[in-house]
């Protein structure tokens, strides 16, 4: 029998972690002969609800779960992690200047990266999921020296899911379909669902919808703005559907991608694209052996120049406030 994989989960007990654990438990997120072991690290005073989805974890009697502690330290949460989901986040509320949203979560990115240098598996690889995810994942990088920087990745594949259903729904065809889409630079707002090297069945995506107005009034914005449609809708945020995309992030990630296809994961620029090195931007990735690569030469548009751009610069901004509170 092999060895538990350890899968370290922050906000454990929040929505996206709800939606999350059982898929982990029940072998979705490293496949289906794979056994894993949960670490839930939650602030004390959500550690009771977290001990509530243990117990529901129990009794959904997982044969590949082989167990599930739960912790409010962070050094002690990451200790022998294989796998680390950092969900856990500082929401922003109303009329919270960006400054301190970015620095609640310094207070939150900085000693989980350190706890992660100090005890994390050798073979740690980590997802970043709160927001803002591609800087609390800079935050936690920064703070864990001896972790290869290619380990700290965050999350713009629920960009990528999103991106994939508007598009197969305007081809009129499945997702399944569908290849080679790419989310470019930060899950915000900014944020670039490229089409202009995707595929539909094996055809260029966008010469085969060839429709320039509804690529940039409609598939863009709809994209990016999906979050606030689900909470719009449905009164709660999309919690079901993050969860799916982690579990997506981490599978991909750890299983491949398919021969002629890629993903989307925000992760270390080495300078690819004109994204400023040390950035981590979302790319079209390529993954094998647990080890990702940016898709390389691909001809960028004008249109697709600025958009990168401007989203990149948003990064850029993010970093530089980040160094002025001390925080990398
Ligand atoms: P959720 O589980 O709904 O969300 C957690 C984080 O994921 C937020 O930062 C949220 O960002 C982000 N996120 C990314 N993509 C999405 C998406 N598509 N939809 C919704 N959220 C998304 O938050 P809850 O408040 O339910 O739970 C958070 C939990 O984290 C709480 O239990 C809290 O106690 C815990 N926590 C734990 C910490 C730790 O372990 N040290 C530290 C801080 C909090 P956004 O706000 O932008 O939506």
Not at 2 to 23: D, E, K, S, W
Not at 199 to 208: P, Q
Request: hydrophobic residues 45%.
């Amino acid at each position: 029998t092999r060895t538990p994989v350890n899968v370290t989960v922050t906000g454990a007990a929040g929505q996206i972690g709800y939606a999350l654990l059982f898929r982990i438990a029940s072998g979705q997120l490293l496949g289906a002969d794979v056994p894993v072991r949960l670490r839930l690290l939650e602030i004390p005073q959500a550690v009771k609800a977290a001990e509530g989805t243990a117990m529901e974890l129990d009794d959904c009697a997982f044969p590949l779960l082989s167990g599930v502690d739960i912790f409010d330290d962070a050094t002690k949460a990451f200790e022998g992690a294989n796998v680390a989901l950092l969900v856990g986040a500082r929401p922003r509320t109303k009329g919270m200047e960006r400054g301190d949203l970015l620095e609640a979560n310094g207070g939150i990115f900085k000693p989980q990266g350190e706890a992660i240098n100090a005890g994390a598996a050798d073979d740690i690889k980590v997802l970043v999921v709160g927001n803002p995810a591609n800087t609390n994942a800079l935050i936690a990088r920064s703070h864990a020296p001896d972790v290869p920087a290619e380990r700290f990745t965050a999350m713009t594949r629920l960009d990528h899911n999103r991106a994939l259903a508007q598009l197969a729904r305007k081809a009129g065809v499945s997702v399944a379909d569908l290849r080679k889409l790419t989310i470019w630079g930060n899950h915000s707002a900014t944020q670039y669902p490229d089409i202009f090297h995707a595929e539909i069945a094996g055809k260029n995506a966008a010469e085969t919808v060839n429709d320039q107005a509804w690529l940039e009034n409609d598939f863009i914005p709809t994209v990016a703005k999906r979050g606030a449609a689900i909470i719009e809708a449905r009164g709660a945020s999309s919690a079901a559907s993050a969860a799916s995309a982690a579990i997506d992030h981490v599978h991909t990630w750890v299983n491949g991608t398919a021969e002629g296809d890629w993903t989307s994961m925000a992760v270390v620029s080495d300078g690819s694209y004109g994204v400023p090195e040390g950035l981590i931007s979302s790319f079209p990735v390529t993954t094998k052996d647990g080890a990702w690569e940016i898709v390389q030469g691909l001809e960028i548009n004008e249109f697709s120049r600025g958009r990168i751009d401007a989203s990149v610069a948003e990064l850029a901004e993010e970093r530089d406030a980040v160094r002025k509170l001390g925080l990398i």
